[in-house]
């Protein structure tokens, strides 16, 4: 059986270091749908690009991935109800058709609201996206002009068909439960982003802030062997400006490839383009000081914290190359 992989997709720049709000890795999920006769709707929620597998099928027909409800045959529209994975303002939607070329919707709209899973059936929904029509085997970038915050929305497609993947690109809004509740206020479900980096061979830097622990040597930031002097770096932006309690830095599955030592520098900056920032980073004061590595180890940091001033940035500083599998910043939001 022959697997097609989807054609490389890339996000503007602005849309890239928002938080996919409807991303599976950090809860988001769909608790009601009109129908998923044909591909359930949780499969458009993926964080991987949707594949297509030639002669592929299953008890209801052609297997796809992403989410397809079969032929209307009377008047009306199929719709899935998404709880995000943490509540947020949208920027911008992407409607992927990729692999749904015969099948796809003509049209989708969208609708939010902010409500408990339990009271949705009262929650008073508003339009985030009116009818907009759709085409085949393609990303629909589509820009939001809202400053509502949204826990769910409301997925309309007409009158039936199927969607490969649904994000939903935003900006995190952390909800404590108390004050000074400590959070990882680097987490990607905490609005944590990856602002640049030195390289990314093996491994992107966005995955340092996925929930839970790597799940193998390819779920962590990995470079390629440096062959000239320096080391490799990236700058992060945290989701909420805190005060840093404790850090976390896990070597876990890097056994033969983790670095000889890591550092981070931090800073508290407001009104800065993520352009200044890279330059910048160089000299910004250390947060913690170079520490020796570990090959497969989670190594905790919390007298050796140099600084008690409230941070929005850091750079990592791998020296001078390998693999990180997480880091974690435990701390409190700041006013």
């Not at 996000?11 to 409807?22: C, E, H, V, Y």
């Not at 969208?110 to 059936?121: A, Y």
Request: proline share 5%; hydrophobic share 40%.
């Amino acid at each position: 059986m022959a697997t097609l992989l989807a054609p490389v997709f890339e996000l503007p720049t602005q849309i890239n270091q928002l938080t996919n709000l409807a991303d599976a890795r950090i809860g988001a999920k769909v608790l009601r749908c009109s129908d998923e006769f044909f591909a359930e709707a949780n499969r458009m929620l993926q964080f991987s690009p949707p594949i297509f597998v030639e002669d592929q099928f299953d008890d209801h027909g052609k297997w796809m991935d992403g989410w397809e409800t079969q032929r209307k045959r009377y008047a009306g529209s199929d719709w899935a109800i998404i709880k995000l994975g943490v509540a947020g303002k949208i920027s911008a939607l992407d409607i992927d058709t990729t692999f749904f070329s015969g099948n796809y919707p003509a049209s989708a709209a969208v609708e939010g609201c902010l409500s408990s899973d339990q009271d949705l059936d009262q929650a008073e929904w508003h339009s985030i996206l009116p009818n907009h029509v759709l085409g085949p085997s393609q990303h629909h970038l589509l820009s939001i002009n809202s400053d509502q915050v949204f826990s769910h929305l409301r997925l309309h497609i007409y009158p039936d068909g199927g969607i490969a993947r649904f994000r939903v690109y935003g900006q995190v809004q952390i909800q404590p439960t108390h004050s000074g509740q400590v959070l990882d206020l680097l987490a990607l479900e905490n609005g944590g982003r990856v602002i640049a980096y030195s390289d990314a061979h093996f491994g992107h830097p966005r995955n340092l802030i996925q929930p839970g622990r790597g799940i193998n040597m390819g779920d962590g930031w990995e470079t390629k062997r440096r062959r000239e002097p320096g080391f490799d770096w990236c700058v992060l932006g945290l989701g909420q400006a805190g005060n840093i309690e404790k850090i976390e830095i896990d070597t876990a599955h890097f056994k033969g490839n983790y670095p000889a030592q890591v550092s981070i520098q931090a800073l508290y900056v407001q009104d800065a383009t993520d352009a200044q920032l890279i330059p910048q980073s160089m000299f910004w004061p250390y947060l913690l000081a170079a520490q020796d590595m570990r090959m497969d180890h989670m190594h905790t940091y919390i007298k050796e914290i140099l600084s008690d001033q409230k941070i929005s940035h850091i750079r990592v500083n791998m020296i001078p190359d390998g693999g990180i599998s997480r880091i974690r910043l435990w701390g409190s939001i700041s006013a």
